[in-house]
């Protein structure tokens, strides 16, 4: 052996063993670390509830012969250790901070990709079916209760008005979005994908066609079907990539099945007309006020009624919402640095109304309330104090109006305050969580028009289900 090839040699074993000791080095910091983050986890309060994903986190598991056999319960003591970890939120937070260090390709795909909608059907030859009979299931709360007095209705006399008076410019996004989650992300926007289901849309037109069977004959029923973002914003190109369904011509579908007895209002072409505006949030999955504000100025025009403009209002605005969208795509930082700022109108009559929670006790509360100092992911409840059963907001300046009720689930929350106004009682009613019989309210308030109100995700079985339940036959 040369001498080189000796030397060669020696400093090959040296490396190794320089090697060997840093790695052990870094194998005592790593389990330090370790065993640092364990001890955290184990003697931290933990947390019980997600203020971010708006859910109750996992509970810690009971111990029993039965759940030590058959290995559940230490699948439900994992499950319980990282859903409550004190440091969770953050940790996704830095997580994803790293992620974006490297960049998201645009043809990242997160979720089921073979996710496909039902083939959208052309109009059928007759309207759906009325539902015979009462859906039994019980409600998941409890029955709400409210005190207030009849009002007499009389008609209110107003001109129409058209929606727009000029043509917007086209906001219309043609790129296909990133994914983060189960979230499309594209220019610091989220959108869910829609997809068509035929059954659904099938058994939605027969529940709108019994409850206009159900509902008082004289009193004036109208549907309302809200776009998402997903089908307002995007192209049909993108749409189509990203595997969805046109909602578009899944409205048309499901209003030509809906009886000419429903005033139905389309807001598919005004809401596109006006996607350069800021309608639908991009962190959240609910439309923006000035969204459901086109929606409230076409179903004027289809009501023959005087819309009242934006400026009319007083505006408040909370900034810095992170909402669902944020949420469900791990706290994505793309949106984390485009938060949205959250605009509301206050009614010119009253900003006070009363609610009835989820135990029957009556609460007053402002119509748009002040949420500057709410957690981040809280600012949409700055209208009618979010989902409640039952509110009730009285109109002090039309003693001798009319009444109205609005069916609704979260989509109305925006659109409530747009009703008040016009009319001497809004009746709202969260169909989600309300246990009375409706015709009960049409009855006492004798009131004269009903708005349906539903975004296109929220067309699902168990929503038809609650909405039967609220007009039992």
């Not at 829609?194 to 849309?201: L, P, V």
């Not at 190109?237 to 578009?248: E, F, H, I, R």
Request: hydrophobic fraction near 35%.
């Amino acid at each position: 052996m040369t001498e080189q090839e000796f030397e060669k040699k020696e400093y090959t074993k040296m490396l190794k063993k320089d090697r060997k000791k840093w790695s052990g080095h870094r194998n005592l910091v790593c389990s330090i670390l370790l065993i640092i983050s364990l001890v955290i986890g184990l003697f931290l309060v933990r947390p019980v509830r997600s203020v971010i994903e708006k859910r109750e986190l996992a509970e810690l598991p009971k111990m029993s012969w039965k759940t030590l056999w058959d290995g559940s319960y230490f699948t439900g003591l994992s499950s319980w250790y990282t859903d409550t970890y004190p440091l969770r939120e953050k940790m996704l937070s830095v997580d994803t901070a790293v992620e974006k260090a490297y960049g998201i390709k645009k043809d990242e795909f997160h979720g089921d990709a073979s996710a496909k909608g039902d083939e959208i059907p052309d109009a059928p030859s007759s309207v759906a079916p009325v539902i015979s009979g009462n859906v039994t299931e019980s409600k998941n709360t409890e029955a709400t209760s409210e005190g207030q007095t009849t009002a007499n209705a009389s008609t209110e006399n107003t001109t129409q008005q058209a929606t727009t008076s000029e043509p917007a410019k086209d906001g219309t996004i043609t790129e296909e979005p990133e994914a983060a989650g189960n979230i499309y992300i594209t220019g610091g926007r989220g959108f869910n994908v829609y997809y068509f289901d035929k059954d659904i849309a099938d058994y939605y037109a027969s529940m709108v066609n019994t409850l206009r069977a159900r509902i008082p004959q004289q009193v004036h029923f109208y549907e309302i079907l809200a776009p998402t973002a997903f089908g307002v914003c995007l192209s049909d190109d993108v749409q189509k990539q990203l595997g969805g369904s046109n909602q578009a011509e899944a409205m048309r579908y499901i209003f030509s099945m809906i009886s000419d007895d429903v005033q139905k209002v389309d807001v598919m072409n005004t809401m596109k007309s006006h996607n350069s505006e800021y309608l639908y949030f991009g962190t959240d999955h609910h439309w923006t006020a000035r969204g459901a504000w086109y929606a409230y100025s076409d179903w004027c025009l289809k009501k023959g009624i005087a819309q009242n403009n934006l400026d009319q209002f007083e505006k408040k605005e909370f900034t810095d919402f992170l909402g669902t969208f944020y949420a469900a795509s791990n706290q994505s930082e793309s949106l984390r640095s485009h938060p949205d700022t959250v605009e509301a109108f206050v009614p010119m009559a009253t900003n006070d109304m009363v609610y009835w929670d989820m135990d029957g006790n009556e609460i007053s509360w402002p119509v748009i309330n002040d949420v500057s100092t709410y957690d981040s992911n809280l600012k949409y409840c700055t209208f009618i104090g979010a989902d409640e059963p039952l509110s009730i907001i009285e109109n002090p300046n039309l003693p001798n109006g009319q009444s109205i009720i609005l069916l609704k689930e979260s989509y109305g929350n925006a659109f409530a305050p747009f009703l008040v106004d016009h009319y001497k009682n809004v009746i709202i009613v969260d169909y989600r969580y309300y246990s009375g019989n409706v015709n009960d309210l049409i009855s006492k308030y004798q009131v004269s028009d009903v708005i349906l109100l539903n975004n296109m995700e929220a067309l699902t079985e168990g929503h038809v289900n609650e909405l039967l339940r609220c007009f039992p036959e």
